[in-house]
């Protein structure tokens, strides 16, 4: 018995050790160079995927060429697929601390991904770049638009901020992004009525209560609410609306409140 039970823990164990010490002495991976796949004329977009139509590609290209003959800042475009030129694309386009990789590769969870240098982080933080990515690289976002207006899109707020002289989010409100700061607005606004409900005999709205819950209900509106919306954009249109939205939030939350709290005759 005790021997059928060691030869039953033995065979596994031993199988694993095999497997483990063939992963550690398995050559780590290397970083690869494939030039072949690169033009032979340098071109400021290198499109092995064929995400860029003919035309869209041309305009791109006169573009960025352009850009970076005024304001000196490098801005080069791979997208890949099955196979990639690797590390090969530094020496290709002299990349450096004043040079912008957009890479596009569709295999990933997300379409974008950017290699940036050390002089573009002191106009665009890494936040941006995040907040980039996440906008235009999105899957919902590449499956609606296309891949090639996805990696059009990312570039132009890429130049736009550059010369601005930098940004610390990406420019533009998506309609998503402007509702979750809506309701944000409306939840601030239904706090903030909610604590403003009298509590005493007499008493119109309870200002005490109402100051305690402000930095509840002042984080919701003002930096969930408002601020992404002035920094994103100069449209008075969407502040507007987060403003009346905490308005009727306030409101009704209030008078619903103070209406269950009066007092009933009886009949």
Aim: charged letters at 15%; proline letters at 6%; glycine letters at 8%.
């Amino acid at each position: 018995m005790a021997q059928s039970l060691t030869h039953r823990f033995l065979i596994p164990l031993c199988a694993c050790l095999l497997a483990l010490s063939t992963w550690f002495l398995a050559a780590p991976a290397q970083a690869f160079d494939n030039p072949e796949l690169l033009p032979n004329q340098e071109t400021p977009i290198v499109d092995l995927a064929n995400f860029l139509p003919s035309g869209q590609e041309d305009n791109l290209i006169n573009e960025l060429e352009n850009f970076e003959s005024e304001t000196g800042w490098k801005v080069r475009v791979l997208t890949q697929y099955d196979q990639s030129p690797g590390r090969a694309v530094i020496p290709y386009w002299g990349l450096d601390n004043h040079s912008i990789l957009v890479v596009a590769d569709s295999r990933g969870g997300n379409l974008l991904a950017f290699s940036v240098g050390d002089d573009v982080y002191e106009l665009l933080p890494r936040t941006f770049w995040i907040e980039l990515q996440t906008r235009f690289g999105n899957l919902y976002y590449v499956r609606d638009n296309g891949e090639n207006n996805s990696i059009v899109s990312s570039i132009n707020a890429v130049t736009q901020c550059l010369k601005d002289g930098g940004c610390n989010v990406v420019p533009g409100l998506p309609r998503e992004q402007w509702i979750l700061t809506l309701v944000t607005s409306i939840l601030g606004g239904i706090i903030c009525g909610l604590a403003a409900v009298p509590r005493k005999p007499g008493q119109i709205i309870a200002w005490q209560w109402a100051l305690i819950f402000s930095p509840l209900w002042g984080i919701l509106f003002i930096a969930f609410g408002i601020g992404p919306v002035v920094t994103r954009t100069s449209d008075f249109l969407p502040v507007f609306r987060n403003v009346m939205g905490f308005s009727l939030g306030l409101l009704v939350a209030y008078l619903s409140s103070v209406f269950r709290q009066a007092p009933t005759s009886d009949a």
